[in-house]
C-alpha cells in the first residue's frame, strides 16, 4: 500500500515538487541549486532534494529571481 504525502507537509521536496509548490520552473530552480553555498541544497548521494523551509526562507528574503 503506497502513502502519500502532501507536499505542503514535506521536509525535503524534489525538483518537480518544489517547481509546483512555488510556481517557479524546474530549469530555474536546477539553476538555483547549482549556485556556491545554496542554503536549501540537501544531497543524497546523486539526488538533489530541496529542503522545504530554507527554501521558503531564500524566498521570501528575495524581490526576484
Known amino acids: 500500500m ?4 502532501e ?5 525535503n521536496l524534489t525538483i518537480k ?3 509546483i509548490y512555488s510556481n ?3 530549469t530555474t530552480i536546477r539553476k538555483l ?3 556556491t553555498a545554496c542554503p536549501f ?3 543524497v548521494g546523486n ?5 522545504r523551509n ?3 526562507k531564500y524566498l521570501n528574503s528575495k524581490h526576484f529571481i
Open 2 to 5: 503506497e502513502q502519500t504525502v
Open 7 to 11: 507536499i505542503k507537509d514535506k521536509i
Open 17 to 19: 515538487e518544489a517547481s
Open 24 to 26: 517557479i520552473g524546474e
Open 33 to 35: 541549486l547549482s549556485a
Open 41 to 43: 541544497l540537501l544531497k
Open 47 to 51: 539526488k538533489q532534494l530541496i529542503k
Open 54 to 56: 530554507e527554501f521558503e
